[in-house]
């Protein structure tokens, strides 16, 4: 970690293309990373997913295939696998009910709120409540790129692979996940990643921020 300002941080970053297999990330920026994903916010604070750190080569090597062979999955020594709930059910919302009751005390407040939550959420569409789950993994996955950047670890985002074949590698659908997105962790390989020479893109101010005073 540098003395680098948070904007400076996320100019540094980007989607690294390359990373070098020989340099694996320490534990302990590991660690800070996957906290600040447990930290970070949800919808009525419900935590709707699961995140699997995986660093067995042989299991890496069998979502690379599923990720059309994007090499940061295998030279990357970490990936981050965002797998959200496949729906919202009375148990899971009970249990997110006695976090916040263990925490807090037993408000009658935490005990309505949630029984709202659940009279309305319950009675959805799974693939609504699904895409609803997993929209919150995204605000996650946010966090944790912010957090690569702050400890100057490589990342890079990832929605090209295909979800069924993950989920069978991991055994998710047994446990009512289903993945959403990846993320390995690495450090680039600046003499491969034909992307890091290249400068940042993004759209003006003034194309994408509207004030309305």
């Known amino acids: 970690m540098t003395d680098k300002t948070l904007l ?11 990373m070098d297999p020989s340099k694996a990330v320490p534990q302990d920026k590991v660690d800070i990373i996957v906290e600040a994903i447990r930290m970070a916010p949800t919808s009525s604070g ?37 797998a959200a709930w496949d729906t919202y059910t009375e148990a899971r919302i009970d249990e997110v009910a006695q976090l916040n009751i263990d925490a807090r005390g037993d408000l009658p407040l935490i005990g309505q709120y949630y029984g709202n939550l659940k009279a309305n959420y319950v009675p959805r569409d799974a693939e609504i409540n699904y895409a609803h ?7 996650a996955l946010g966090i944790a790129m912010v957090a690569c950047a702050e400890q100057e670890v490589d990342s890079t ?12 590698i991991l055994g998710l659908k ?20 034909w992307l890091l020479p290249m400068g940042k893109v993004r759209k003006s101010l003034e194309t994408m921020v509207t004030h309305i005073d």
Request: net charge negative; with cysteine.
């Open 157 to 168: 985002p990832m929605e090209g692979f295909d979800p069924a074949q993950v989920d069978e």
């Open 46 to 82: 419900t935590q709707p997913f699961e995140l699997f750190v995986v660093t067995n080569p042989e299991i890496r090597s069998e979502i690379c295939k599923a990720a059309s062979d994007q090499t940061p999955v295998t030279d990357g020594s970490h990936l981050l696998v965002f």
């Open 174 to 193: 047994a446990r009512g996940l289903r993945s959403v997105v990846l993320l390995p962790l690495g450090y680039r390989d600046p003499t491969g990643d």
């Open 8 to 18: 400076e941080q996320l100019i540094w970053r980007y989607a690294t293309k390359k």
């Open 133 to 139: 789950a997993a929209r919150q993994a995204y605000i």
